[in-house]
């Protein structure tokens, strides 16, 4: 069930929405310490959405706890190989069963234009959990080659309790890339979703416990990054964090590590880079295309977007042309109007800054 709907179709999903508003650990919603909220908006009209639970570091202490004890008792971890795939599985088609649901909260959380989470965020996210349900089964242990009288085994083990930071760019998909591998593994994983877009992690990890992933192992932590991403980068009982953002603070986590407990750091940190045109170039339409995908797709708010362009003076004049009369075909509107292919950028800091690159230039 991935396919367009109509805005009208949209609009009312929009409406009997029930959003998820408190964290999700060890198996049921989570109400953090200290009770302290957040508030959650549609990028696209101001309006709020939810109050969310605004978790700190002793609900860290406390998730990592209950992620802990369902890794040290092997609840996942332990069972054979096709049972864990079996959930997975099970996982990946209640994502799919609720996949017009996961597109509008994700556009509605996001700004995202609800085609982009139909068509590409949705089915990306269903084939990455099936994708990984399905590697299960068929990586293999090894023996290394040794002297006579001795045997000696390389052995995949799952590495225990995994922190997983998610940008705000791509919430959904992100959080599939994360969680796939870790769950295939048999993890423990504690999921920091951004700020700015937590609505559907909170959601998806409902569906895993309902597929059948074990209370403990999949748990979701809602709020900032000085208050939940860093705990979780220092705490003594992650083992991991897999972290995707800026640069920046992909370098605090490598710091947190070095002072805690030597964690794996796996780091995917932003840039963009210039789009440059030679004066030699066959096609400047196929040009133009490309120049005006990588600048606008997904509001540019992606890692690969080209937000700068150098071409060389010849061209310059025409290959603006073009650019000009391909950026007609970027309807922007409402992000549930299916005919949209520009929302809202995805909060009012974000849009300052882009506003302000465009007042330098």
Known sequence: MTGLLSAA??????RDLKFPTRSFVNGEAYTSLSGNTFTTTNPATDEVLAEITACNAQDVDFAVAKAKAAFEDGRWHKLSPGERKKVLLRFADLVEQNAHELAVLESLDSGKPVRECQLTDVPETIHTLRWHAEL?????????????????????????????????????????????????????????????????????????????????????????????????????????VSFTGSTATGRRFLNYAADSNLKRIVLECGGKNPAVVMKDVADLDSVASHVVNGAFWNMGENCSASSRLIVHADIKDELLKRIGVQMLEWKMGSPLDPENRLGAMVSRAHYEKVRSYLEQA
């Not at 179709?9 to 929009?14: G, K, L, S, V």
Request: glycine share 12%; hydrophobic share 50%.
């Open 9 to 14: 179709e949209y609009a009312a999903i929009a």
């Open 136 to 240: 299960i089964d068929k990586i293999y242990d090894n023996t290394a080659p040794v002297g006579n009288g001795a045997l000696t085994l390389v052995v995949r083990e799952a590495i225990g309790v995994v922190g997983l930071v998610l940008p705000w760019n791509f919430p959904l998909l992100m959080l599939a890339w994360k969680i796939g591998p870790s769950l295939a593994a048999g993890c423990s994983i504690i999921v920091k979703p951004a700020k700015e877009t937590t609505l559907t992690a909170l959601r998806v990890a409902e569906l895993a416990f309902e597929a059948g992933v074990p209370a403990g192992v999949f748990n979701v932590l809602s709020g900032g990054g000085g208050e939940v991403g860093e705990p979780l980068g220092r705490h003594m009982d992650v083992s991991m």
